[in-house]
Structures are given as structure tokens and as C-alpha cells.
């Protein structure tokens, strides 16, 4: 009887970690953890990054073609339309300046996903560089390398970012420089971390008993092994980055008129707010639409390569 009663809770307690896990991932145990099959596997089981990936996808395609399926220049001017609600003509409405909404939406993608992902990869190369000089190297090196990161962590980023657009002027290119340089200590501090967590496992230390060059140990041994949690980062980057660029292109320091930013297109029509609510409302969507899409990715990648989510 007493058998019978373990092995009944036993297998009920089977039952329900096996259930768990089950309804965690699906993923077949065959596939090796951390490969790119097992990424895209546990990626495609969740519906948040499906969404972002559709949404994105979409986005990425139709600013492409926005030349081709838009009726109006993102720039042509219809004083006899100004202020015209979303109808059939104008499926977004349009502008204070007569311009068609939706053309100016769709061209202004273009600005905020290349603004993201150019200065979130600025970022991400330099401030890899850095910490993993940092980290393998240790010593002075690595305090004077992280003191002086200190210095831009001293300032909020976006404040920085205002900063240098104020000093070196405005534009797509200098909005890019702008970030990406902000957005290095960030980078550098993260590989840092990990690059001091496996500088002494054995695989370092039977590279360098071969003599194998510094600068081979540090992009072949050490940085592939230290680089999945960056992916997360880079893949957050994009969004807070595309988030800071119209929030600069708001201020006046980023995009330019007549170019069709989403934050440029937020500044120049809140004043109405109250009486056409839709101009704001409409690229003020997106934005946020955008911003998510690419924080469901990164809560997907972060998902599939920490160790502590694996089945």
C-alpha cells in the first residue's frame, strides 16, 4: 500500500513538471540548445515575437514600397485638403499643410527603423571592442576603459544625445552618431561581465598555452562565447534608440522637415491636438506599435538563450 501511495505521488509529481514544460516550449529535445534551430524554435512558440516579427516585417515592406502603393508624395501639399479627416481619398487624413498622412507614415519608417538599428549597431561593435578589451585584459586597462564610460553613464542618454546634435548639428547622419555613441557604455559594461565570467574557463586557457595570437583569442574564443546576451541588448537598442530619435526629431534636433519622421510629424501637429486629434494619434501609434514589436523580440531572444528558460 505504501508503494502504491509513492509511486501514485511520484508519477503525479512527474506528471505535472513534465506538463510544465511542455506548455513552456514544445521544442524538440533533439535540437541542441543555443543553435540557431533551437532560437528560431522557441521564437516561433511565442506569439509576442510572431507579432512583432509580422508587424516589423510589414512595416520594413511597405516603407520600401511606399513610392509605388501611395498616391501622394509624402511632400505635395493640398491647400483645398488641409485638415482633412481619415476618409477614402485620405485614409489617414491629412496635415495642416494638406500632405497625405499615411504617405508620410509609411516614408517615415525609413527614418526611425535605419536611426534604430544604424546607431544600435554603432553601439554594439564599439562597445563590444571595449569590453572585451576590458575584460581580458584586466588591470589598468580595464579601469581606465570603465572610468572613462563613467563619464558619458554620468549623463542621461537621451540629455547626451541632445547634446552632441546641439554641438555637431542636425540630420539622419548625426542622429545616428549621436546614439550610437550614447549607447556604448551599455554594451561595453555587458561583455565586460561576461567576458570575466569565462576569461579563466579551460578552452581560453588552452589557447593561450598554443600561443594562439591575443587578438584571435578575443574575436574567435571569447567574444562568439560571450556575445548572446548582447543580442538581447541589441534587439532593446533598437527600440529605445528608435524611441530617442523621434524623441529628437520632437525636439527639433533630429529629422528634419520635410523629410516625414514620426516624431518630427508628433511635434509639428501637436498643436492639433484637441480639434484633429488623428495627427497625433496616427503616427503616435506606430511609434509605439514599433517600440513593442521590437521588446517582444528582445523578451523572445532572452527567452531562448538563457540558460534558466531552457527545457
Excluded at 506528471?15 to 534551430?37: L, M, Q
Excluded at 491629412?94 to 507614415?105: A, E, F, P, Q, W
Aim: charge should be positive; proline fraction near 5%.
Amino acid at each position: 500500500m505504501a508503494d502504491h501511495t509513492h509511486n501514485k505521488k511520484g508519477g503525479g509529481h512527474h506528471h505535472r513538471g513534465h506538463g510544465k514544460k511542455g506548455k513552456r516550449h514544445h521544442i524538440d529535445p533533439g535540437i541542441k540548445p543555443g543553435s540557431a534551430k533551437y532560437i528560431w524554435a522557441s521564437i516561433s512558440h511565442n506569439k509576442g515575437a510572431i507579432f512583432g516579427m509580422v508587424f516589423l516585417t510589414a512595416m520594413i515592406v511597405l516603407s520600401l514600397l511606399s513610392p509605388v502603393i501611395c498616391r501622394y508624395n509624402y511632400a505635395a501639399t493640398d491647400f483645398e485638403m488641409m485638415k482633412s479627416w481619415p476618409s477614402i481619398k485620405h485614409l489617414f487624413g491629412t496635415d495642416d499643410l494638406g500632405r497625405d498622412i499615411l504617405s508620410r507614415v509609411l516614408y517615415g519608417a525609413r527614418y526611425t527603423l535605419i536611426i534604430g538599428i544604424l546607431s544600435t549597431l554603432l553601439s554594439a561593435v564599439l562597445g563590444i571592442l571595449l569590453g572585451a578589451c576590458a575584460g581580458y585584459f584586466g588591470g589598468v586597462i580595464d579601469a581606465a576603459l570603465m572610468r572613462f564610460l563613467d563619464i558619458f553613464q554620468a549623463f542621461p542618454s537621451l540629455v547626451l544625445a541632445m547634446a552632441f546634435c546641439a554641438v555637431f548639428g542636425t540630420g539622419i547622419d548625426k542622429c545616428i552618431y549621436a546614439l550610437g555613441i550614447t549607447g556604448i557604455p551599455g554594451f561595453a559594461r555587458l561583455m565586460r561581465a561576461n567576458i570575466l565570467r569565462i576569461r579563466n574557463t579551460e578552452y581560453i586557457e588552452a589557447a593561450t598555452t598554443i600561443n594562439c595570437p591575443t587578438w584571435k583569442i578575443i574575436l574567435q574564443h571569447i567574444i562568439p562565447n560571450a556575445v548572446s546576451p548582447v543580442i538581447v541588448e541589441i534587439a532593446m537598442g533598437i527600440s529605445r534608440n528608435g524611441l530617442a530619435s523621434s524623441s529628437l526629431s520632437f525636439l527639433g534636433l533630429g529629422v528634419q522637415e520635410p523629410r516625414p519622421e514620426w516624431g518630427a510629424m508628433l511635434a509639428s501637429t501637436r498643436n492639433y491636438i484637441r480639434d484633429y486629434p488623428y495627427m497625433v494619434i496616427i503616427p503616435g501609434i506606430f511609434i509605439v506599435f514599433t517600440v513593442l514589436s521590437f521588446n517582444l523580440l528582445g523578451d523572445a531572444f532572452r527567452d531562448a538563450l538563457d540558460p534558466n528558460f531552457r527545457d
